[in-house]
């Protein structure tokens, strides 16, 4: 039963972690229908962000604490640059998009590594968030890794906020107007190039957001975006696009699925049968769990 | 949603004899370039270079059926490296199998496990016909199964993108972990045998060149004439609207399947050459980043022009050996503003260069013209 229970969780936390990475992705998705390969660059930028952060203030709970806010901005103006500067221009063919934002992924890549060097870097997490908490105890105990679980409400946070800022701030209506109708939303009155370019902040903002999560459990490097961005982009194909709720189940579904076939199988052996899955579940629903109704014939 | 290019302005009807020579064009360029390859490169480069053209030369026929895919087609496959990889691996298994000997096992195999035998999947590739045969039709065989169930269900763009590269780091994760069968990281190694010649030898590396530069030509002559049929027209006309050419009774997702498991043999039969020219295949020239790279070279040069695309994707390979051995971090910047440039700012590559220049001049002239 432990068992069972502890897979459980390893499956909750990995999804966790790629609702976190999907998150803003999928809003800038959503946006401007977009593919943004640099996302993972941004993650990458929050966590060295944390890292720097580190090597001024001493307390890694506080520096940690102080990581979150300016992550967000730090990518999220990367983000906002980077719409600026190019894809503005492109959003009419999104798979040029796709190709473009590699371009300035294998950029930031080199910055990276010719900032702080090619290896790896850790960061201290702190005390809190390094042990475990026992749920139960015994012979055959079951626990549950702090970081996880911080990650676990992170996670959800992240969500509450974005969904909260959709549902009932201005600008989450006038967001939710240029997915749903571009065109409309701009004859009424919207800025719709203001309207990308501060979603275009959010979403990158919660990638770096995203990368400071990741420095709890594992290494940052310069290609650290790499690793992750391809299964966050699955998330949101899978979960169907601009779909916040799709994402957030389809997160947690595959983090189940992969924990539970690296159990059965091996790590790479899970991989492919979680591909192998993703296309079986297109073909039930090409589009996605959810998609947004529209006349398109497309 | 790709955009089409209005056609300049008719001005004049060409002279007859200038039709002519339009029409001749193609045979000619046909002409010059198997000069090129097979007289002018043997001559002019050294053993060692000529190699490096041949490595070149594989990437570029992975680009023809890019050309096809993604600039005729629309479709963005990011995962040419998996049918790369397959026809590769197919090759380098029967050549390792080859090198060992009757009874014997391939070096690695006896390295890492307590394997006595040949796993089964490797076994029939101990036969030359099967595994030069399995070069080209296992890479089309995975296309055909996976693209009917894309096409098919109408998933596509940016879904079929991701699906592709998706493939592409299942492919490259699956042969890593796999490191009893396939070697793992390292790859299929140290390969010194071609069908009985040994590849040590420089007179065999040239017979390999040869050969490699022969298929190219051969490949190319294939997507021209595919391009130029009612198929070649009907591939564009899905990539510019596909509902109409569905309401006009066509099956858009088998047009588009053709191409997509044309351009998997095409990358398959590359691997499978890439083999005995540089005598390693290994996850690392499967995976996203390799097949990211392969896109770009047709990007660059062009990836709606035959011409463009095989030009670029030599071109980028090229200059992928030049800077990055003396600039590493150098040539990084440069690739990733190759990206850019080529893709913001010159969607038709290279090629559109001309056309883009002259219809600049005619937009000067004729105040108003939106394109």
Same mark, same amino acid.
């Given at each position: 039963m432990t068992v069972i229970l502890g897979q459980l969780f390893t499956g909750v936390s990995i999804g966790a972690v790629l609702l976190l990475i999907a998150l803003g992705l999928s809003l800038t998705f959503g946006q401007m229908n977009v593919i943004n390969m640099a996302h993972g660059e941004f993650i990458m930028a929050g966590a060295y962000t944390t890292y720097v952060l580190q090597k001024s203030i001493s307390s890694a709970g506080m520096s940690l604490l102080v990581a979150l806010p300016v992550a967000f901005v730090v990518s999220g103006a990367l983000g906002a640059l980077l719409e600026w500067l190019l894809i503005r221009r492109l959003y009419l063919r999104p798979l040029d998009t796709l190709l473009v934002t590699w371009g300035v992924s294998l950029m930031l890549q080199q910055l990276a590594r010719d900032i702080f060097g090619a290896p790896n870097v850790q960061t201290r997490a702190p005390d809190v968030l390094t042990g475990n908490i026992t749920v139960v105890g015994g012979d055959d105990p079951l626990t549950f890794a702090n970081s996880r679980l911080f990650i676990l409400a992170l996670a959800v946070a992240a969500v509450v906020a974005l969904s909260l800022t959709l549902r009932l701030t201005p600008l989450g209506r006038r967001i939710r107007a240029v997915v749903q109708n571009r065109d409309l939303a701009e004859v009424s009155g919207i800025s719709t190039a203001r309207v990308d370019r501060t979603a275009f902040f959010i979403g990158s903002g919660l990638a770096g957001v995203a990368g400071v999560a990741l420095t709890l459990v594992g290494p940052i490097g310069p290609t650290m975006g790499t690793n992750v961005i391809i299964d966050a982009f699955l998330v949101i194909v899978v979960g169907g696009i601009g779909q916040l709720r799709g994402s957030v189940i389809v997160a947690f579904v595959l983090g189940a699925l992969q924990s539970v076939l690296e159990y059965s199988t091996t790590v790479s052996v899970a991989k492919v049968l979680v591909l192998v899955a993703i296309v079986a579940f297109l073909q039930w629903r090409p589009q996605g769990l959810y998609t947004l109704r529209t006349r398109s014939l497309v | 949603m790709t955009t089409t290019t209005p056609l300049p302005p008719k001005t004049e009807r060409p002279p007859a004899v200038r039709r002519r020579f339009a029409a001749a064009r193609p045979a000619a360029g046909f002409a010059v370039a198997a000069l090129v390859l097979f007289a002018g490169a043997p001559l002019a480069l050294s053993d060692f270079r000529l190699g490096l053209l041949a490595k070149y030369l594989c990437t570029a026929m992975v680009a023809v059926g890019i050309c096809l895919?993604?600039?005729?087609?629309?479709?963005?496959?990011?995962?040419?490296g998996v049918f790369f990889g397959l026809g590769g691996y197919a090759m380098a298994m029967h050549l390792k199998i080859a090198d060992a000997g009757p009874g014997n096992l391939p070096d690695f195999m006896q390295l890492y496990g307590s394997a006595t035998e040949l796993p089964w999947w490797w076994r029939?590739?101990?036969?030359p016909v099967f595994a030069v045969a399995a070069t080209v039709l296992l890479p089309m065989a995975v296309a055909a199964i996976l693209g009917s169930f894309i096409f098919r269900r109408r998933v596509k763009g940016a879904y079929f993108a991701i699906l592709s590269q998706a493939l592409a780091a299942a492919f490259a994760i699956w042969l890593v972990g796999q490191q009893a069968t396939t %070697? %793992?990281?390292? %790859?299929?190694?140290?390969i010194q045998g071609f069908f009985g010649y040994d590849l040590d030898d420089p007179v065999n590396q040239r017979m390999v060149y040869f050969v490699i530069a022969a298929v190219l030509l051969l490949l190319i002559a294939l997507a021209r004439q595919l391009l130029h049929s009612r198929y070649g027209e009907l591939l564009v006309a899905v990539r510019d609207s596909e509902e109409r050419v569905r309401f006009l009774g066509y099956d858009p997702a088998n047009v588009k399947l053709v191409a997509y498991v044309v351009a998997a043999g095409m990358a398959g039969l590359a691997g499978a050459l890439f083999v005995p020219a540089v005598g390693i295949i290994s996850p690392a020239l499967v995976g996203i980043v390799p097949s990211i790279e392969l896109v770009i070279g047709a990007a660059v040069g062009g990836r709606a022009s035959l011409t463009g695309a095989v030009l670029g994707a030599i071109g980028v390979a090229w200059a992928k050996t030049a800077l990055s051995e003396e600039f590493p971090a150098g040539w990084t910047y440069f690739q990733g503003l190759l990206f850019i440039v080529a893709l913001a700012?010159?969607? %038709?590559?290279?090629?559109s260069l001309a056309a883009v220049v002259k219809r600049g001049r005619a937009g000067r002239r004729l105040a108003g013209d939106t394109a």
């Open positions: - | 895919a993604w600039g005729r087609g629309g479709l963005l496959t990011l995962g040419q029939p590739f101990a036969n %070697g %793992g990281t390292n %790859g299929l190694t140290d700012f010159l969607p %038709g590559g290279l090629a």
